[in-house]
């Protein structure tokens, strides 16, 4: 682990006069230092307690940072707000994967490896045919994703490296062309095979939107807004579904299958799932009158029996506006401007909503922000992406943050299996009453 090793030392002491005992404390490039308990167990017999993992750090990354306080999110030390308007997607996932961004000859060079990998096994698509037509996306891309491992036998030796990176281009060039495939599944209609003349978004619209009656004319500014979607979502951190990965991954799983752990935790509302949640919110707000009743809606919120919440808004690390968020209600109003779209009634009720609750009391005193999800459906639902899908496209850019944080861990000499202990509350040892005995 390369860190540094801080001067001082937490002390951990007992009220009933057992001996204290010292632990490191070491100091990474910038955040938070960490008191490394390893040794806790070992020296007391005692396990900490952290559910929610709300004060452990569960590895060392050089990856991503976040300051939740200053609402600051960097890619290997980038900014995200200079990343999403200097680089393309595929640019950020060069960055993510090898620690520095490419300069021209290995942007090209990345780029046709990508490219050369969009297609999948022609099976693949009798493998859909075994879902419902109106199974949630998600549902089938945890399938499908899962399914690549039974496809690539020649890159699941995970202590290969160069089966990691094989699988590693494989999952960020397939991704696209499943969820694009999923898309058409539930429509009905063909499947549109990659392009490898256009670009990574680019291609990807192509394979949504294309059908083969008509001529697809890709629009530049819906690829850029998409392009940056995906840069948005690309990785952050230790999160739920990160956490999920390098989990999986620790037991010695193959890729496809830890991507495919990634996806169904992301699935979840508390996380990839709320843009989602997010837009059906508003959409159930417009039902009810619109901007009128949002005032209705935030006294719900507030009541805390209701288990009403407000969907893309607060965050377990930012503590101020995710920047996530700005970037993306920028592209909201860039894509509603290219569609003649400016007076669109969602995205209305979404400003009117973020600013009475941005000045509500209840909101400032729990720091509760936009997060990336607040606008991100209402921009996806203007490039015709249907709400359903929206996890799927998160998915689709989290799969390179994901891969990079795997592979780190793999790398990582201190790396163990993932196995967290617990505070047992249950029964203690009883014996087996005969079934007459029995209450
Ligand atoms: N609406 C209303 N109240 C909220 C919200 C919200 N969206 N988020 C948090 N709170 C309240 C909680 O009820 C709690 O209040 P209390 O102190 O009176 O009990 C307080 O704020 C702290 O919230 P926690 O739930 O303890 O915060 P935590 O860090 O565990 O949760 C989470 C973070 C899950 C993101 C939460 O804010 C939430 O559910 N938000 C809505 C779902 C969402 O938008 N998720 C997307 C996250 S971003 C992503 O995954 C890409």
């Known amino acids: 682990m390369s860190v540094t090793p801080s001067d001082v030392k937490a002390t951990l002491s007992f009220s009933d006069n057992s001996p ?44 991503t940072y976040i300051d939740g306080d200053k609402g600051e999110l960097l890619y290997r030390g980038y900014p995200i707000e200079q990343l ?18 490419p300069n021209a000859t290995q942007r090209t060079d990345f780029t046709s490896l990508v490219t050369n990998h969009t297609m999948v096994h022609e099976q693949m698509g009798s493998f859909f045919q075994g879902f419902r037509r109106d199974a949630h996306p998600m549902a089938v891309l945890v399938g499908t994703v899962g399914a690549l491992s039974a496809f690539y036998h020649d890159s699941l030796d995970i202590t290969d490296s160069h089966h990691r990176d094989v699988s590693a281009i494989r999952l960020i060039a397939k ?27 680019a291609n990807f619209m192509r394979m949504m939107f294309a059908v083969p009656a008509e001529e697809y004319k890709v629009n530049d500014v819906m690829v850029r807004a998409l392009d940056r979607i995906f840069i948005l979502h690309a990785d952050h951190e230790q999160n739920a579904s990160t956490s999920t990965v390098r989990l999986s991954g620790s037991s010695g799983a193959n890729p496809f299958a830890c991507i495919a752990a990634g996806i169904a935790c992301l699935w979840g509302p508390a ?21 009128e009743k949002i005032g209705e809606f935030i006294k719900d919120v507030k009541e805390k029996d209701s288990g009403v919440k407000l969907m893309g808004f607060g965050h377990r690390v930012y503590k101020n506006y995710d920047p996530r968020a700005k970037l993306m209600r ?21 400003m009117a909503q973020e600013k009475i609750s941005l000045e509500d009391d209840y909101f400032v005193k729990r720091k509760l922000y936009p ?14 992406i249907p709400v359903s899908l929206f996890t799927g496209i998160f998915s689709l850019a989290r799969t390179v943050g994901w891969i990079a944080q795997w592979n780190e861990m793999i790398s990582d ?27």
């Open 330 to 350: 920028e592209t909201c109003h860039e894509v509603l401007n290219e569609l003649c779209l400016h007076d669109d009634p969602l995205f209305k009720l979404a």
């Open 84 to 101: 999403a308007v200097k680089c393309d997607f595929l640019e950020t996932c060069y960055l993510l994967l090898n620690g520095e961004l």
């Open 175 to 201: 991704l696209p062309t499943l969820v694009a495939m999923t898309h058409k599944y539930t429509l009905g209609q063909p499947f549109v095979y990659p392009r490898n003349d256009l670009s990574y978004t």
């Open 413 to 439: 000499p201190e790396q163990k299996i993932g196995r967290p202990r617990q505070l047992f509350i249950g029964a203690q040892r009883r014996d087996v009453p005969s079934i007459d005995q029995r209450k």
């Open 271 to 291: 996380h990839g799932g709320a843009n989602e949640a997010a837009l059906n919110m508003l959409y159930g707000i417009q039902k009810q009158g619109g901007v």
């Open 20 to 63: 204290s005992i010292d632990f490191p404390i070491y100091k990474g490039t910038i955040g938070p230092d960490v008191v490394d308990i390893r040794a806790l167990y070992n020296k007391t017999g005692k396990f900490t307690y952290d559910p929610g993992f709300m004060s452990t750090a569960s590895c060392n990354s050089s990856i």
């Open 371 to 384: 997060n990336v999800d607040f606008y991100s459906g209402i921009v996806q639902r203007a490039l015709g």
